[in-house]
């Protein structure tokens, strides 16, 4: 890479800092809200303790689309699942259009390189992004689970959220059922948030 490119770069990983203060429904278990980079990470996390699991899938692959899959969100923030209904902005189209914002300071090739990734995450195109889907759906809800939530917590939309993501693979399925079983608890009340 010329300097260019570098500079490029440079004010690209600046700009994608914000997505550190993009806040998502999501509780930790000490009540604060968690940033969209932290559920990034805890999911690349989640993906490298499966992939001795995830034979013959591209590892690295999955790794990229962790890191990038909500990476547009740096510029207008998170829209819970609870509030994408019908007849809402598409979520999908200003995030695209977000990160091709974001991705403007970077030499043309890993502008495009990541485009690529995140058009690919989005529409499961791949068994690496099936497999990425299913694991941004389980990561969410073990936040959930795990969070300091509000007394008005929805825990009930998570038993349906997100499973024609979660039912694509049998290793996500049986994460799904004991990921449920927890949902269940807190539903009821019976579960406190693990510290």
């Known amino acids: 890479m010329d300097k260019s490119e570098l500079t490029g770069c440079i004010a690209f990983l600046q700009e994608a800092e914000r997505l550190k203060n993009v806040l998502r429904s999501a509780h930790t278990s000490e009540g604060r809200r968690e940033s969209t980079a932290e559920h990034s990470w805890r999911l690349a996390l989640f993906a490298m303790l499966l992939e001795d699991e995830l034979p013959g899938l591209d590892f690295a692959r999955i790794l990229k689309m962790c890191v990038i899959h909500d990476l547009g969100e740096a510029i207008h923030g ?23 914002t974001l991705a403007a300071p970077l030499p043309e090739r890993l502008r495009a390189q990541l485009l690529s990734l995140w058009d690919e ?30 007394a008005d917590f929805d ?3 998570n038993l349906g959220y997100g499973t024609m993501h979660t039912a694509r693979h049998p290793l996500l399925a049986a994460l799904r059922e004991m990921v449920d079983e927890v949902t269940r608890e807190r539903a009821l009340g019976g579960l406190r948030a693990p510290r």
Not at 78 to 100: N, W
Not at 121 to 150: C, F, W
């Open 78 to 100: 998170d829209i819970p699942a609870i509030h994408q209904t019908p007849g809402a902005p598409d979520k999908s189209a200003r995030e695209r259009e977000d990160l091709q």
């Open 155 to 157: 825990y009930a939309f």
């Open 121 to 150: 995450y989005d529409n499961a195109a791949s068994p690496e992004a099936r497999i990425v889907k299913g694991l941004d759906k389980l990561e969410t809800m073990i936040q959930h689970n795990q969070g300091m939530n509000p």
